[in-house]
């Protein structure tokens, strides 16, 4: 025993990653080979694994690019056919006669596994992990693996309906997505199976119970398995990140399941990044015998507490998260995939999104559920980055079959998705389906059936949503789970009381955005609208001389049915007629302008309604190609002017106005809110000041109010002295606007106080502004050094210009956007170009619509341009 501590004590004093490798049961090998359709003799291009049968279609040029104009259409054949993909040979691993295993993740769909010409298994489930028996089929040399692929279009013609296929459901299509189903697999790797002379340490995790001031307390479980009769000695230990272990324990062995309690005083916690630092901790386990090391399990954590509160109160039910005690504000995104073909997906461009979503002020993703389950990358980004993952279960707007097969199927995929993400400290929720529930209950799916066939479908419901994966979260998850969202639709009275709401009364139901201040729910998941993207992105999809809204290469790219006629009456009510006459350049700034005030007005309500709404998430951040929709960042990572307004929306303080017209005389309706803060209730003593600043620059009219700020309480005043509405012959709402800046009254200097919140207030709708037709003149401010790549811009007017949007065409985004000028003033605005280890998803080999290489070149576009009242 003192031997195996004295080995102990030296691997534990500098634990690297290099023992992981010496410890992997696994063997993960690329392999190249064919894909070929079976019904066609003449189709037989190269493929690789990973990899995606659309993909090596598209870069042997047997297809064109579905993305661009109406191509979509000519390339459904695809997945209407069978086809199989054979390996190149290649060689086993050294002792070859030690892998015995061959294990399968990400298959799409339904496969036959061959190798060497032995069956070994077959697939029916994309969000599984499979393991088959090689059955000594293995050689030293010249193996080659066979999948041969069903396509899952011949089950659906059959039953008339794609649920019952665990895969994608928005590669079927969506209303921002294209029809693509694809033939893929994910990974394959070569493993050996477990043996009693060995030692197995699985399922590594860390659970923090509680927190009480700066003491976290907890427990480490793992599972060990193996040969124990050998004398050896377990050790766990948590590292930080400055590489001190602040925890750790020794232990006799043991089989089965470990539990190891900790206390930890004056421990790093894992906060989302607008409440503190997100800090990591290295977690390893070692199992130690008298020849050294015998097996290492690794994984990095956090410590938190994270709850969800859905207790019932006065005014309905609560849906609020509380992180170690303090309960906080959720704002976010919506998040779909990044691409339809899923193998064309880096890490890196999977870290740009998490990055974008925290330069937005974003705290919180939720993962939907017609897509993919969030990959290691992107839940290792939102650990270091400190945003919470709301992750559905992948059921989306469907009700799903009840059979024992696919109740198991659901039961596997489940068990390995939780295992897999777990540990991540930054996984919030685990949410059984995306509107499946309200479908249900008020969209007519049961109108034509049976009444046998609706208790089957209700029992089939029941055992997926409130027996199988309920009790698999709870056995294995330290994660809160919800059954279905939204908890009521909005047809219910009662939608906006209880749980989280799906507020689509605007787009879909055509409300005005201002009924999203009345219709505050306890915690809005999804609400969303349309706007299309810039030219630059838009020519990538569709041919340059189509560009007009009525052409079918645009049609093709507007998957909504009403879009159009959706947008064109939210605009009239607003703006105008933009139906006919205008550009592409200018529909398309026009619908991001309408897009960007109206989601983040629905934001800011949210916000400043914090007494009873406790979160928002935009529908949605981000595209899987170039598309009309009802995302903030578009397919080439460019940043539509909504992510902008989001940025302020979610800003760490905000202040917004509005004028109240109830009453016999308009009020100014002043509201300031700022995250809540981790050192317990604070007040901060501010003033608020109030100008009416004409489109000229000159100020008609000053005062400034006492108006305190309590992190995480919304304050609001109600003033009726501001003259802006009223007969004052210097005063013209239609050419003037209201200036609200807040100020820290706990600034030494008052002179030299930072503005910390502002706010611009219009008394006219848009249409009805005065505006000025002129230029805005953009003019290069300086070239940044090599290490910061980025380019400023000197922005002016010669008259007052209201959301002005710069273009740029090459990819990447401005620091800021959307924003108005005043008459004579320069502003100056950082550029910083995409790089490809950034976000570069239209540079990355075999991706598609790539942007194309253009110069440098910075245009700008203002409301000015579009609505014309005046001339200059």
Known sequence: MKNILNVLLLLCASLSPLYSNNFSAQKSFPIHGTWKCLDSTEISVPGWIPGSLYNSLLRSSVIPDPFIG??????????????????????????????????????????????????????????????????????????IVTFSFESPTHSVNKMGSVEQHRTPQFAFGWDWALKLIDFSVGRIELAKSRSEENIYIDNLTLVTDTIYGSTAKGFVKWDIAGDLSEALVLRWALTNESGTVVASENFNKTPGVITSPFTIENADLWWTHDLGEPSLHTLEVVAVGKNGLLALEKKTVGIRTLKLDTSEDDKGAKFQWILNNVPFFAGGANVVPADIIKSRINSLEERAIVRNAVAANMNTLRVWGGGNYASDNFMAACDEMGVLVWQDFMFACAMYPGNEEFLESVEHEALDQILRLRHHPSLAMWCGNNEVSEGWERWGWKDGLTEEEITYKEKAYSDIFEDILPSTVNLYADAPYWPSSPLLGRGDPDFKNRGDAHDWGIWHDGYSFDSLWARTPRFMSEFGFQSFPERSTWETVVISDTLDRLSSDVISHEKHSRGFAIIDKYLESSYGDFSDGYSYEEWAYITQVLQAKGISDGVRAARLNQDFCSGSLVWQLNDCWPVASWSSIDAHGKWKLLHHELKKAFAPTLLYGKWNHLGSKPRLEIGLVANPSIHGEIQIPGTVLVSVVNFDGTVAYMSEHPLNLTPGQAQWISLDKVPYISNRKNIDPTSSFVQLSWIDDTCENPQTCPVKANATVFAALPKELKLEDVPVIVKPFTVGNNDSEFVLYEVSSSAFTKDVQLTATTPGNFEMNGFDLLPGEKRIVKFTPHSIRGWAPELIVGHTSKLKSKALFVSAISLNNVIKTTSP
């Not at 393991?131 to 193996?143: A, E, F, H, I, R």
Request: with cysteine.
């Open 70 to 143: 109406t191509n979509e259409d000519s390339v459904q054949w695809i997945s209407e056919m069978d086809w199989v993909f054979t390996s190149d040979p290649f060689d086993a691993p050294e002792n070859n006669e030690d892998y015995d295993l061959l294990i399968l993740k990400d298959v799409q769909l339904y496969c036959s596994i061959t190798l060497n010409g032995v069956v070994l298994g077959e697939t029916n489930n994309a969000f599984r992990n499979w393991s088959y028996s090689l059955k000594s089929s293995l050689k030293s040399t010249d193996n």
